[in-house]
């Protein structure tokens, strides 16, 4: 007689379990949580605070340089507004002299040159009047779009207390409040600390970092293994020997 091998796919074997399986259930769960890294983390933290406080500076600068050209475009538009009052007058006058010199030359107490030239300089004073209402506009167009007001909005300037003289520093303490004031300064110098930060987490890339992990298993396979409430935990050290990332 013959005996029966079991070391093979027999339905004694533990292997014949395998022949038969048509599903199993695995569920596990698995979290770490670097303990050590380099000062990676820390030195990230600190380059995104640096780099949002900078950002905050960027933004007053901004705001800083908006509001020095609201205030550009309201005394280039109070300019003009006095620029047309003097040449209003001029035109004024010199229309006057036109109608003089015409009056003389009707009867014959002036040549006719001196009127035409007296004509020909109260042209040149219209046109100039014309040229410094169109940039009267434009300024006002530039200036109503710069306030945010409607495009049809009409302005009238207060100019009360708008060249009050105001007490003048010395030239070395207005030198020292700017570089303490200006927020562009500031930037530049949070930029350069997020810049030392990003060579510290680079650098990190040289020492070892370690970490710890934990898991949770359940497993189930049909007339073979059952694994219940099964935790593992362990720690991992790394080092790269060339420091590359």
């Known amino acids: 007689s013959m005996n029966e091998d079991n070391s093979g796919g027999g339905s004694g074997s533990p292997l014949s379990a395998l ?25 990230t933290k600190n380059m995104s605070e640096y780099l949002e406080q900078a950002a905050n500076y960027d933004v007053a600068t901004t705001k800083s340089k908006v509001a020095l050209n609201t205030l550009k475009a309201v005394y280039q538009y109070y300019e003009l507004l ?3 009052k003097v040449v209003e007058e001029n035109l004024k006058q010199a229309k006057q002299r036109v109608g003089e010199f015409a009056n003389l030359e009707k009867n014959g107490l002036l040549p006719r040159n001196d009127r035409l030239r ?15 209402n169109n940039n009267l506009q434009l300024a006002e167009y530039n200036l109503i779009i710069l306030l945010g007001f409607a495009e049809d909005s009409k302005l009238e300037l207060d100019t009360t207390g708008m060249f009050e003289v105001i007490a003048i520093d010395t030239w070395q303490a207005s030198l020292d409040k700017g570089l303490q004031n200006r927020s562009e300064l500031k930037s530049v110098a949070l930029q350069a ?3 030392s930060m990003n060579y510290n987490i680079a650098k990190a890339d040289r020492l070892p970092s370690l970490g710890l992990s934990a898991g949770y298993v359940n497993a189930y396979i049909p007339n073979l293994l059952t694994v219940t409430n099964a935790l593992n935990a362990g720690l991992s050290l790394k080092y790269s020997i060339t420091g590359a990332i």
């Open 19 to 43: 022949s038969n399986l048509h599903s199993l259930a695995l569920l596990q769960v698995t979290a770490s949580e670097p303990i050590f890294n380099g000062f990676k983390i820390r030195n």
């Open 82 to 84: 006095e620029t047309r």
């Open 118 to 132: 007296a004509e020909l300089q109260a042209n040149t004073i219209e046109l100039g009047l014309t040229e410094v």
């Open 193 to 195: 600390k997020a810049s």
